[in-house]
């Protein structure tokens, strides 16, 4: 298991994603930033240089992908993106294996209109309310 004495939930083998779960932490304003995903605004810079994609799996941090279980790393086939299937269908209701069964769905099933369909279902997602 991987764990970080503070607060930050690092992962385990069975669901290795990070998850910032100290929000006491957090200033009014990171809470806003947070709330309406504009945390995220800065790797629109990453898109325009090509690193990635605006939709796609969501870029794994190096110490999560030493937990994944070979079926995982498929989602590393394609370019992360800014937005996902896992984005629009449960975010973080979902367990790690379904979000890797969705990025998993996206890869195998892409297609411009999918594309689309998932772009258009971000914004909503954005301004729902849900908690990490």
């Known amino acids: 298991m991987i764990m970080n004495p503070g607060r930050n939930n690092l992962g ?5 994603s ?49 937990c994944y279980k070979t079926w995982h790393r498929k989602r590393l086939d394609v370019k992360p993106g800014l937005t996902g299937l896992w ?12 979000m890797v069964k969705l990025d998993i769905y996206y890869i195998e099933n892409w297609s411009l209109w999918l594309d689309l369909k998932i772009i258009l279902k971000t914004l909503p997602a954005l301004v729902m309310k849900e908690e990490a």
């Open 12 to 16: 385990t083998e069975e669901n290795p």
């Open 87 to 98: 984005q629009v269908s449960g975010r973080y209701r979902l367990s790690f294996d379904q």
């Open 18 to 66: 990070y998850k910032f779960i100290n929000v006491e932490r957090l200033t009014r304003t990171g809470r806003f930033l947070r709330r309406f995903s504009l945390d995220e605004l800065p790797q629109i810079f990453n898109v325009f240089k090509g690193e990635m994609s605006l939709v796609g799996p969501r870029p794994p941090i190096p110490y999560e992908v030493e």
